[in-house]
């Protein structure tokens, strides 16, 4: 029964023009699931009943209702606890700033029903190649330079450096550093484009040089590489692996917790490289460099469960949820602690807006499993429903 | 809403989850009672007895579930009194209180509920054209009757489809499908 409320936004977003290609195949199989299905679409789509059915909405009035249900129930009115309640309010506000300076606000107010963990969002720091630190999320609309040179433009979350190329033999470095819950997008001096997931670093050339277009990067980004044939782009990852492009869209996952480094190519051509094992990629296809056994595979997966993330999304599509957990870290900054081998074994599918605070998450991963997800300050603790 | 996004309810919140859902629910009672002053008096004694449990919710589809199904059962509740009453023979009555008329209601009454509800919190010349064009009206035959031109009207549309568009992307994330988790 809960589905029908999915298909109904579905339906509804529909009316009012595309669906994504995600939505449409989710609606699409609904639809062909049973006969019944496409009737009731039928039924719910028809411009008559709407119309109908909004006019009847425009008749009822709500506010007569709720008067009338005030006399059904009459402790939604109850006067005397709601001015207790503020007066109490009032009191606690008044009393708090002397509390907090002898007890850990923390221990006493903090409530831990209230307590919200908000999604990550655009935050990073740079290092220039003199060591400076500057807070990128806190100087926006601002050129970052070096001495009197323009290097970069900070706007709109994102750092685009000026085009360019270096004169001298001698490259300067700079370092981008996405922290826990943070994420950040830059366009290098060749024109290309990166979008930096969250505990990532990337470190690269102000201006490139004269041969190739060499970075570095620890984490996990999406490349949009500026074609040039005469420079091959290459992604150095710290554990001694290479991604060497000349033009191309691609993904490289290199997590030290995660158990392999994963390339995806989107679109063009990639090798990747490590010790002595080479594989060429063609687009739809990932490698996979397992970082123990230095095993290296090579698989056809769809490319945009691993770009997702730069589009806002989280997509699971079997997933094993040891591995949603790890990303929900990340992203939301809370430990997730499972002593459950079994659970974290288990795989889930779906789809969120990455955005949202980590309670719709646990809304869906509760809604579509039978587990039991509480929030205790920075930890979520997973176990399993007890009635079932 | 709480932490876990589950939903308890008090006095602050009760009235934002009766403005949401209250014109729906009134309009898939009628669906079984045809008579809409009844309806209203159902579905607000469905309310009251909501604030009165004082239950806490799983998240709000858990809630959704619970307004359509107590509805439902009211309703049908209603008829049989009726039907006893009155001795009325009805030969609806049967496929009223099958699940699959129940969950298809449902499904046109959310259709019918979030559109209305988007389209509600769109500035009033965009409401009416979208509303036209809800009802199969062609861009021009919108703009004869709004005394536009067309070419308001198709940007108007754009916007509006736009930000309708947004408004539902907003609530609507889609897991759904399925799962192999079978603990």
Redesign the interface.
């Known amino acids: 029964m809960k589905e029908i409320f999915q298909i109904a936004k579905l339906i509804s977003k529909e009316k009012f023009g595309d669906l994504s290609a995600e939505e449409r195949r989710e609606l699409d199989v609904w639809l062909t699931k049973n006969g019944r299905n496409s009737l009731a679409y039928k039924q719910a789509t028809s411009p008559d009943l709407i119309k109908n059915e909004h006019e009847l909405f425009e008749k009822l009035d709500v506010d007569k209702s709720w008067k009338k249900l005030t006399k059904k129930a009459p402790s939604l009115l109850n006067r005397k606890v709601i001015r207790m309640k503020t007066v109490l309010r009032w009191v606690a506000a008044l009393l708090l700033p002397l509390l907090a300076t002898t007890y850990l606000v923390n221990d006493i107010y903090w409530n831990p029903e209230t307590v919200i963990v908000e999604a990550g969002g655009a935050k990073a720091t740079l290092q220039l190649a003199n060591g400076e630190l500057i807070y990128l999320e806190d100087f926006q609309n601002k050129e970052i330079k070096s001495g009197k040179e323009k290097l970069a433009l900070n706007s709109d979350n994102k750092l685009a450096y000026h085009e360019g190329e270096s004169q001298s033999e001698e490259l300067k470095y700079n370092t981008i550093h996405t922290p826990t819950k943070g994420e950040y997008s830059l366009v290098l001096s060749d024109g290309t484009k990166v979008w930096l997931n969250a505990q990532t670093q990337l470190e690269y050339p102000v201006k490139f040089g004269k041969g190739k277009r060499e970075v570095i990067l620890n984490g996990e980004a999406y490349f949009d590489v500026a074609h040039d044939t005469t420079k091959a782009f290459i992604v150095h990852i710290a554990n001694g692996a290479d991604v060497e492009v000349l033009g191309t869209s691609f993904n490289v996952m290199a997590y030290e917790d995660e158990a392999e480094v994963q390339t995806t190519l989107v679109e063009g051509k990639v090798k990747f490289t490590y010790q002595e094992n080479q594989v060429t990629l063609t687009p739809g296809e990932q490698s996979g460099l397992n970082r123990k056994t230095s095993h290296l595979d090579v698989r056809e997966v769809k490319t945009y469960q691993y770009s997702a993330w730069k589009e806002g999304k989280f997509v699971f599509s079997r997933e094993p949820l040891s591995s949603v957990f790890r990303k929900v870290s990340r992203w939301y900054g809370v430990e997730v602690v499972c002593e459950d081998e079994v659970i974290l074994n288990r795989r889930i599918s779906g789809v969120m807006n990455k955005y949202e605070n980590v309670g719709e998450l646990i809304d869906l991963i509760e809604e579509v499993s039978p587990l039991k997800i509480e929030i205790n300050k920075d930890k979520l603790l997973v176990s399993k429903k007890m009635n079932e | ?5 589950k939903i308890s309810f008090d ?1 602050s919140n ?2 934002s989850y ?2 949401q859902y ?3 629910l ?2 898939f009672a ?1 669906k079984f009672l045809s008579d ?1 002053d009844m309806s ?2 159902l ?3 469905v ?2 007895k909501l ?2 449990k004082h239950d806490e919710y ?2 709000e ?2 809630l ?2 619970y307004l359509y199904r107590s509805v439902r059962n009211n309703c049908l509740n209603q008829l049989k009194k009726q039907k006893v009453r009155q001795d009325y023979q009805t030969e609806s009555l049967p496929q009223l209180d099958t699940e ?1 008329f129940f ?2 209601q ?7 509920r ?3 509800r ?1 389209i509600s919190e769109l500035p009033e010349k965009r409401q009416q054209i ?2 036209y064009s ?3 009206l062609k861009n021009q035959e919108i703009a004869d009757m709004m005394g536009s031109t067309i070419n308001t009207v198709k940007s108007q549309k754009m916007y509006a ?2 930000e ?2 947004e408004k ?16």
């Open positions: 809403m709480n932490k876990n996004g006095k009760f009235r009766f403005d209250f014109k729906a009134v309009g009628n809409i209203e008096d579905v607000q004694e309310f009251a604030w009165e799983e998240n589809t858990t959704k579930v699959e969950l298809d449902v499904l046109s009454e959310e259709v019918s979030l559109l209305y988007s979208v509303r809800l009802q199969g489809y736009k309708l568009r539902l992307g907003k609530h609507a994330f889609l897991i759904a499908l399925l799962l192999d988790i079978n603990i």
